[in-house]
């Protein structure tokens, strides 16, 4: 019980920490990347049908930590990202799409 309290905790502050990132807050650095530049790849992963990730998209997918990221899957559909189209994404910028961030 008390793992489970601390799984839905810690999802609960990555939504909260996401949320302020896409609003414009302060830079932090979260799994290797610069939170400033989630904002990029914004559109990718959002709607039904994503317009394909931009090359400065790309250029922060390819520098972050994908696995890392990828722990985070189930609760991307809080901040109004698709998870579908956000998984793909690393495909889609030429990537090798890591397990973590494959869909189950």
């Known amino acids: 019980m008390a793992r489970s309290n601390s799984n839905?905790?810690?999802q609960w502050l990555v939504v909260a920490l996401l949320i302020g990132l896409l609003g414009g807050a302060k830079a932090v650095i979260?799994?290797?990347?610069?939170?400033?530049k989630l904002s990029l790849c914004y559109a990718a992963v959002t709607g039904k049908n994503p317009p394909?990730?931009?090359a400065?998209?790309?250029?922060?997918?390819?520098?972050?930590?994908?696995p890392c990221l990828c722990r985070y899957k189930s609760i991307l559909?809080?901040?109004g990202i698709?998870?579908?189209?956000?998984?793909?994404l690393p495909r889609r910028c030429g990537l090798k799409t890591p397990p973590e961030c494959r869909e189950t």
Do not use: E, G, Q, R
């Not at 698709?82 to 793909?88: G, Q, R, S, T, V």
């Open 8 to 10: 839905s905790l810690m």
């Open 30 to 36: 979260f799994c290797d990347m610069n939170s400033t």
């Open 52 to 54: 394909k990730p931009n």
């Open 56 to 66: 400065k998209c790309c250029a922060v997918v390819k520098h972050a930590n994908l």
């Open 77 to 79: 559909p809080a901040v």
């Open 82 to 88: 698709n998870p579908i189209n956000a998984l793909a």
